[in-house]
Structures are given as structure tokens and as C-alpha cells.
């Protein structure tokens, strides 16, 4: 009855010595991901296993490079007389700006930073840039495919050369050591996913009267 309460024992600093399966999975993963990416990168310098082909990868690595796009859609824009490709190419111009917005704060995010045998040479860069995770190029280049596969009329060849340059931009992105393998395929399925929130706020003449005012 005259007990009192005992006083709490100091915390003391312990050692996690049986990490959780999901660390354990993850720390695989990652270490994979960085030899794998390490592995591929052949044209990561003239140097490299395929240091030949690095100015070829280099012309692909522009073709998917976000300031092309934005100005080549740009002119196509102005210079449409057709209502109906103007309402294509607008929303091309919206996704492309949509998809430079979302993949600037993912990085800005997640702060990943490049491949260590990356040559920082690429072709008109921001702040962001410095950062690897998601992969833009890879973004853009199936948001595009998505895009052109649906809104344009193309043989059946043209169709299968779409779907390959946007293979070949991700895989591009490794060999050049630009992105680790982990960076290209989230930015596939980010631009993927991206053109389904494109498609749902399409914008047309009745949706967005003043922007096609403008035009």
C-alpha cells in the first residue's frame, strides 16, 4: 500500500540488428540497380566499351530533349490552318509543358543524384537537372508515343518506328550514364500515366474557348 511508482528507466540507444525485409529489399535493389546502370552505361565516355556510338546516342538523347518538342510544336501551332490540328497541338504543347512541371519537382523531390560516371555534357540543362530520378527523356518519350499513337493516322510501319525511338530514348539514357536503369523505367510509366491526365483534361474550342481565341 505504501509502494510508489518506479521511476522510468533512461532510453538507451540500441543497434537495429535485424532490419526489416522491406529495408533488406530495398538496399537490394538499389544495389542492383547501381551495377546494372554502371554496367550499361558503354557510351558513358569516349573511353567506354562503345565509346564510338556515343554521338549517335548523343543526336538521340536531343530528339528527346524537351526544347525541341516545345518549339516544334510551337510553330506547328502558328502556322496550323486546320482547327482540328490546332486542338491537337495545343494539347500536345499543354502535356509537354505538364510533363516538364511534374518531372522538375519529382526531382526537386527526391534529390537523386546522377550516375557518378556521368559527363555532365548533355544538351541545355536547368537546376534541376543535376538531379537523375525520374528520367525526363524517358517521360517525354512515352507521353509523346501515347500521344502521336493516338491522335495521329499511321501505317503500321510509322506506328512501330513510334513505340522503337521511345524504347531506344529510354535505353539511350543508360548507355549514355545519364540515368540509372531504376530512372527510365519510373519515367516510361510516369509519361505513360501522364497522357491519361492529358487525355482527361482535353482541351477543346468548348472547354477552353480563349486559349483557341488566341490561335
Known sequence: SGSSAAAPLPEEDCMKLNPSFLGIALSSLLAIDLW???RLGVCAGEGSAWGS????MKVIEVSGHGIPWL???FYGLCQSDSSATREVLLNLLFAL???LVLVAVVKGLVKRRRPTHNK???FVTISVDKYSFPSGHATRAALVCRFVLHHLVLA??????VVLW????GVSRVM???HNVTDVLFGLLLGYALYSVVEYCWLSPLSAPSLFALW
Open 36 to 38: 546494372a546502370s554502371k
Open 53 to 56: 556510338a556515343r554521338p549517335l
Open 71 to 73: 518549339l516544334g510544336t
Open 97 to 99: 509543358l505538364l510533363d
Open 120 to 122: 555532365m555534357d548533355m
Open 156 to 161: 503500321v510501319p510509322l506506328r512501330v518506328l
Open 166 to 169: 521511345a524504347l531506344i530514348v
Open 176 to 178: 549514355l550514364g545519364r
